[in-house]
């Protein structure tokens, strides 16, 4: 199984996941959902793999959400799961794929442990240096 990431390439935490993924020997596919939208069926499988509910991976910042009244705790998976379809930008980021799980990586270090050979140490984009151990 090759790995993945959904990406967004404006997201530091995406770009600072993606890295560590490159620098730990791991080429995964890139998957930028904001030009290429998951489908209803796609995100459906995807929360089945992060075993959580639509709302875990919701993004709730930003002028869309308040908009469209999400924070709503009444409102279904279902219709979470719609808006995030019809909404690509609602989908929190990144969440990687690999032989050893599927997560939603915010912190970006939480990409390790899912990495066959992760990096030992990583220094984010804003400086910060990570430390991996076993």
């Known amino acids: 199984m090759s790995s993945k990431i959904y990406h967004n390439p404006n ?3 995406s770009r600072n996941t993606l890295a560590i993924m ?25 929360l089945a793999a992060l075993a959580v509910p639509a709302r875990e991976l919701m993004r709730a910042k930003g002028d869309l959400y ?8 009444t409102l279904s998976n279902d219709a979470l799961i719609d ?15 690999t032989e ?19 990096v030992r140490e990583y220094t984010k984009e804003d400086g910060e240096v990570i430390r991996f151990s076993d």
Request: charged residues 25%; glycine residues 6%.
């Open 100 to 118: 050893r799980g599927t997560r939603l990586c915010r912190p970006s270090e939480l990409v390790l442990d899912l990495l066959a050979n992760p």
């Open 11 to 13: 997201c530091g935490t």
């Open 22 to 46: 490159r620098a730990s020997g791991e080429e995964p596919e890139v998957i930028e959902y904001m030009k290429t939208p998951l489908s209803r069926e796609q995100l459906v499988a995807l």
């Open 66 to 73: 308040d908009e469209l009244g999400l924070a709503d705790l």
């Open 83 to 97: 808006a995030m379809s019809e909404h690509p930008i609602l989908m929190n980021r990144p969440v990687v794929v």
